[in-house]
């Protein structure tokens, strides 16, 4: 079951740049956990970025602190994720979820999670 409707992603070459976008339900309040997680082979998904929308509270790997950024339009109910100076590391399948959650903490962990996109691939060559 896909609930949210994520498009973007492909490839590019070291140092490129991709913009990941998430089409979200109407929330009527706020409390609610949204974000990026990739997943590679052999791994769970982890969380690359993450953002509680009751404060704005974000919520970063250390790897893509400074070359990514998460970003919400509320009006149009979408999820961005805006990834810059792209690594090889970086390469894998990013998931965008969201879920009702009442504190920032669990924003980082899948189980906070029960709505997700259907993935899409990233695949950045060296």
């Known amino acids: 079951q896909i609930t949210l409707m994520q498009s973007g992603g492909g490839s590019v070459q070291a140092g490129g740049s991709l913009r990941l976008s998430c089409a979200t339900s109407?929330?009527?309040?706020?409390?609610?956990?949204l974000g990026w997680f990739r997943q590679v082979p052999g791994k769970g998904r982890e969380a690359v970025a993450t953002l509680y929308d009751v404060d704005g509270q974000t919520y970063y790997a250390d790897s893509v602190k400074g070359r990514f950024a998460i970003s919400q339009d509320i009006d149009e109910n979408m999820l961005y994720l805006q990834m810059n100076s792209l690594k090889p590391d970086d390469t894998g399948t990013y998931y965008c979820a969201a879920d009702e959650s009442y504190a920032a903490f669990y924003c980082r962990e899948t189980v906070a999670y029960g709505y997700w996109g259907q993935g899409t691939q990233v695949t950045v060559s060296s």
């Open positions: 109407p929330f009527t309040v706020r409390g609610h956990c």
